[in-house]
């Protein structure tokens, strides 16, 4: 039985005393034994965000991370960094990286084999466009995004990861994909996890579903068969998080 998994991306809002104050505000809200809850914020807010959350079933995620160990790469953040702050997971290719910073298949899987060797757990994003769903190839492309991500990646290994289904058409335009377009395609997922892995690693593997996330839409998205958690956007950094953290 897969535990469920929500996480709040807080994207690039939060400065660290709004962080503080909003992790404060949902501290109790979110408070459940049933899902692991992650607020996944900017990497200035990690540390303040670990010392509001300490104690409490919250665990902390990064945005980002880059995928070599330390060196003169400007601006960029390690998973050692990462670690040390007090996070244990991290958002790799979300499709905002994927589309403004030029994020490729192949950068995600670096990121992803990085954030394993260090023990970081990644909150893997795949998702297709609107035009490659009315192209028909919605499953093809979210085949392919998976394979190559989880290249060079074991069963044993894999089984820690956390896969987010995102159409990038439901992400931030209250538009959210219908209850069986999720399934449908967290189903085909789970597919593509068992023909890498077999059928054992991939029915361990969580599954979340993210775009427009809400109070309203999340208890029945995650009632889904392979839908197990969300990843929410807008919707995490309100009060109502704690409804969905509770669906
Ligand atoms: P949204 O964002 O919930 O605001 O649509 C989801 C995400 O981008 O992770």
Redesign the pocket.
């Known amino acids: 039985m897969r535990k469920k998994i929500v996480a709040g991306?807080w994207?690039m809002n939060m400065t660290p005393s709004e962080a503080v104050a909003l992790a404060e505000t949902l501290k109790p809200l979110v408070a459940t034994s049933e899902a692991d809850v992650v607020f996944c914020v900017p990497a200035v807010d990690i540390v303040p965000v670990v010392n509001a959350v300490k104690g409490t079933n919250i665990e902390v995620g990064a945005e980002n991370l880059y995928f070599e160990d330390k060196g003169a790469y400007t601006g960029e953040i390690s998973a050692d960094m990462i670690l040390d702050a007090g996070a244990k997971y991290v958002v790799i290719g979300?499709?905002?990286r994927r589309e403004y910073f030029k994020e490729t298949d192949e950068i995600v899987n670096k990121k992803v084999l990085k954030a394993l060797e260090k023990g970081l757990t990644p909150i893997l994003?795949c998702g297709e466009s609107l035009t490659q769903r009315e192209q028909g190839i919605t499953i093809e492309w979210v085949r392919m995004q998976i394979k190559i991500a989880l290249q060079g990646v074991s069963a044993e290994e894999a089984e820690k990861i956390v896969i987010?289904y995102?159409p990038i058409w439901?992400?931030?335009?209250g538009k959210t994909a219908t209850t069986e377009q999720a399934q449908e395609v967290c189903g085909a997922i789970r597919v593509v996890l068992g023909e890498i892995y077999g059928c054992e690693t991939a029915e361990k593997i969580r599954i979340q579903y993210?775009?427009?996330?809400n109070e309203g839409n999340a208890a029945e998205l995650f009632a889904q068969p392979d839908i197990d958690g969300g990843?929410?956007?807008?919707?995490?950094l309100k009060p109502g998080f704690g409804v969905i953290a509770n669906a």
Do not use: M, Q, W, Y
């Open positions: 991306n994207k979300h499709s905002e994003c987010a995102e439901a992400i931030g335009t993210g775009g427009s996330v990843l929410v956007g807008g919707a995490s």
